[in-house]
Each structure stands twice: as structure tokens, then as C-alpha cells.
T-cell receptor
Framework: AQSVTQLGSHVSVSEGALVLLRCNYS??????LFWYVQYPNQGLQLLLK??????LVKGINGFEAEFKKSETSFHLTKPSAHMSDAAEYFC????????????FGSGTRLQVQP | NAGVTQTPKFRVLKTGQSMTLLCAQD?????MYWYRQDPGMGLRLIHY???????AKGEVPDGYNVSRLKKQNFLLGLESAAPSQTSVYFC????????????FGQGTRLTVV
């Protein structure tokens, strides 16, 4: 069975500081990995996805993630936080069976302090 | 395009009442899903469908039923609501293929009192 672990349910950074949100996965086969963002009272929006074409994946809003197979990690980073980045972030792994369902981590709430 | 639309957006039920949540997508996606979101637990899969007329159980199916009579619609039913079903419910859809993006609705906030 697949699983996703997000370390840190809450992360607080200052505006302009580096954002690092951690995600580790377990999967018996090469995974399909995703980061989604959820703004208050909204649905989930895709930030980026790992396609196996490149280990460093660039997404929207200046976010990127690096796939490290040896560490089974897919951490999300952004060089400089903006107030508008305050949201909840979810790492997810796609099912390796035919149903293609997502298994989510428990989420990390990012606060950005002025 | 509207994408994935969920109705209603909010609902309060009394214990034992029934209701149906509707999910509609206009992207001609084959796969559709219902998840529930609870604090500190991420999203968990309730039921899913890989095509019109087919449904299957996810990780937390107890107390829910689903139907997919039309490709664009996926209904989630609660026959006898319980306080443990207080949650935010999300519908999602995606195309066939390995790493295709799932598109999510705006969610339905359900409170069972």
C-alpha cells in the first residue's frame, strides 16, 4: 500500500524567506507524485507533478520540488515566500492500480508573517 | 468551462436524515472520485468510478453509497447521517493515464447534528 508523510502540520516563515515543505512517500513502484494547494474555503489546485522526465519539477507561483528516489522524498520549496502563499499544502501519490486514486499526506498549513 | 461543480456547498443534517451530494464535470473525464477531508487527516477516498455505470469502494466507504448513471455526474448518498460524517466532501475527476492531474470541486461542508 502506498503512503505519504508530511512532516510538520504547521510551518511559519517570514515574508521573503525560504519555504520548505517536506514530503516522504512509500510506493512499491515508481510513483506519480503531486503537490496540491488549498486556499481557505476552496478546492484543491495542482501546484506541480512529477512526470519522471526530470527530478526537479517547476510548478506555478514559483514553487518547485525535487524527486529523490534514494530518500523517497519530494520536498516542496520556494526561494522567497509571499503573503499570498499562505494556504494548506498537500503532497499526494497516485495509485499504481487501475483506479488512479490519490493518497494524500495529512497536509501542512503554511503561515507567512509580514 | 466550469470544471467540477459540487452541489450543495453547505448543508446541516440531523442524525438519521438522508441526502445526496451531486458532482458534475464537463471535461469528459472517465474517472471520478469522492473524498472526505477531516482536520489533520488529509483527504481520504470514499468511493470512485472508472466509467459510466461502474462504482467501487475506497478506503472509507461505510455509510455512503454512490451512483454514476451518466458519465458527467457522480452522486454521493448518505442514507442515515451520523455525526461522524461531519466533514468536507470533495469530488474530483481525471482522465485515463498515469500522472494525469485530478481536478477538484469546491467542496461541500456537511454538518450532522
Amino acid at each position: 500500500a502506498q503512503s505519504v508523510t508530511q512532516l510538520g502540520s504547521h510551518v511559519s516563515v517570514s515574508e521573503g524567506a525560504l519555504v520548505l515543505l517536506r514530503c516522504n512517500y512509500s510506493s512499491s513502484v515508481p510513483p506519480y507524485l503531486f503537490w496540491y494547494v488549498q486556499y481557505p474555503n476552496q478546492g484543491l489546485q495542482l501546484l506541480l507533478k512529477y512526470t519522471s522526465a526530470a527530478t526537479l519539477v517547476k510548478g506555478i507561483n514559483g514553487f518547485e520540488a525535487e524527486f529523490k528516489k534514494s530518500e523517497t522524498s519530494f520536498h516542496l520549496t520556494k526561494p522567497s515566500a509571499h503573503m499570498s502563499d499562505a494556504a494548506e499544502y498537500f503532497c499526494a501519490v497516485s495509485d499504481d492500480t487501475g483506479r488512479r486514486a490519490l493518497t494524500f499526506g495529512s497536509g501542512t498549513r503554511l503561515q507567512v508573517q509580514p | 468551462n466550469a470544471g467540477v461543480t459540487q452541489t450543495p456547498k453547505f448543508r446541516v443534517l440531523k442524525t438519521g436524515q438522508s441526502m445526496t451530494l451531486l458532482c458534475a464535470q464537463d471535461m469528459n473525464h472517465e474517472y471520478m472520485y469522492w473524498y472526505r477531508q477531516d482536520p489533520g487527516m488529509g483527504l481520504r477516498l470514499i468511493h470512485y468510478s472508472v466509467g459510466e455505470g461502474t462504482t467501487a469502494k475506497g478506503e472509507v466507504p461505510d455509510g455512503y453509497n454512490v451512483s454514476r448513471l451518466k458519465k458527467q455526474n457522480f452522486l454521493l448518498g448518505l442514507e442515515s447521517a451520523a455525526p461522524s460524517q461531519t466533514s468536507v466532501y470533495f469530488c474530483a475527476s481525471t482522465m485515463r493515464g498515469g500522472n494525469t492531474e485530478a481536478f477538484f470541486g469546491q467542496g461541500t461542508r456537511l454538518t450532522v447534528v
